[in-house]
Structure formats: C-alpha cells, structure tokens
C-alpha cells in the first residue's frame, strides 16, 4: 500500500519553514525519507524505526507517530538548496533488506 | 568511495526495439534493487537481488522485463520489446549499512543517477 503525502507542492521563500506529511493505511514499520533534486539519484536522508523517534539531518528533522501511521519531515529555515521532491518510503514488513514502497513525492521550491 | 553507476543516462529507442540498462552498485553491496519512475509519480520498486538471486521480483511490470545479475556484481535490465509505456527513469540503488532495531535489520539504500529511457 502506497503511502499518502501532502501536500504535493510547497513555494517556500528563503528562511521559511515547511512540513511534509506522510502517512499510511496500514501499520508502518519504518519510515524512509530521500530527497531528489531534478535530473539527480535520490538521496537519502533519514530513516526511522521506532513510535516517537525523531532524527535530524541539518536543518531537516522528522518524527514518527506509529499509533497514527504517519511521519513529518520538518524543513527550517529553508535554504535554497534544500529545493527538491521528497519522497517518503516504508517497508512492507520486518523482512529483511525488503523494497521501499514510496509516495508519489512532494515537490518544494525554494525562492531567494 | 564511489556511488552507484548507471548507463546510459539516456537512451531514446523506437517502439518495438530493444534497450539493455546497466547498474554497477557499490562495491561490496550485496543488496542491489531496480526502481522505476514514471513522468510526475512515485518511485516504483521493480526488483531486488541478493548477490546473484533474484530475491522479490514482484514488481516487474511484465515478461518484457529481464533482470540479471552475473557474479553478483553489475546488474543489467532488458527490456525487449519495447512499448510506449516503459518510458521513464529507471534507478538501480544497492545497499549494505544496516540498522538495527531489536531483531530486526532496515538497510539504507543508495540510489544511481537513473536511466531516462523514452520509448517513441
């Protein structure tokens, strides 16, 4: 099952900040986060494992809330590198090195 | 260290023809994967090999599809004949990090540039 994000497009200025959302309809058990600038590989960012885990990466943060099934991706103070699609991702289980269900993406853009 | 490799960056052929994509995974990664992305959606998994097995193949659209992986290094992904549909990035990602969370183990995985391949 596909997870759900949103929005699926963010105009940001220089400085602001933004949240994207991801969630699921059914129990996740890992939430990986990646960044792809265009014409670029996707890079990952983060992963998380555990309910109410929260990890940082530069002035990108995420939270996992496995009672609701979703997670956020916090970007602050945004700079104009961050500009990207983002790509939520889980696991379909605690199998072992398993595939990465992706979201559709949310595309951000970052104004000076 | 190097990342993982793909080529050709692009490839443009005729409906009908043939296109064979290489991924060279970093070295070491015994996990390697196919992914597909369609103009605009989601990054769709493919396929995922353990060395030189195929270990979830689920993801393959049809048999047009061939994926190997001799020796367990590089991976190619045939795709014969082809149609209009196949259009898209195809990305390899190959992993080996782990994390650890009780019993179980999540990878990292590390993704090529992609293929841009466009069936006309």
């Not at chain 1, 943060?61 to 991706?73: G, I, R, T, Y």
């Not at chain 1, 939520?88 to 951000?108: D, M, N, Q, V, W």
Request: contains cysteine; positive net charge; hydrophobic residues 30%.
């Amino acid at each position: 099952q596909q997870p759900v994000q949103s929005p699926q497009a963010v105009i940001l200025r220089e400085g602001e900040d933004a949240v994207i959302n991801c969630s699921s309809s059914k129990a996740l058990y890992s939430v990986h986060w990646y960044r792809q600038k265009h014409g670029e590989a996707p890079v990952f960012l983060m992963i998380l494992l555990k309910g109410g885990e929260q990890k940082g990466h530069e002035k990108i943060s995420a939270s996992f809330n496995e009672k609701k099934q979703q997670s956020s991706l916090y970007l602050t103070a945004s700079q104009l590198s961050y500009s990207g699609t983002y790509f939520c991702g889980t696991e379909p289980g605690y199998s072992s090195a398993s595939k990465i269900i992706f979201g559709s993406g949310t595309r951000l853009s970052i104004r000076p | 260290e190097a990342g993982v490799t793909q080529f050709p960056s692009h490839s443009v052929i005729e409906k009908g023809q043939t296109v064979t994509l290489r991924c060279d995974p970093i070295s070491g990664h015994d996990n390697l994967y196919w992914y597909r992305r369609v103009m605009g959606k989601e990054i769709k998994f493919l396929l995922h090999f353990v060395k030189e097995s195929k270990q979830d193949e689920s993801g393959m659209p049809n048999n047009r599809f061939l994926a190997e992986r001799t020796g367990g290094t590089y991976s190619t992904l045939k795709v014969q004949p082809a149609e209009l549909e196949d259009s898209g990035v195809y990305f390899c990602a190959s992993s080996q990090t782990k994390t650890r969370y009780y019993n179980h183990y999540f990878y990292e995985q590390y993704f090529g540039p992609g293929t841009r391949l466009t069936v006309t």
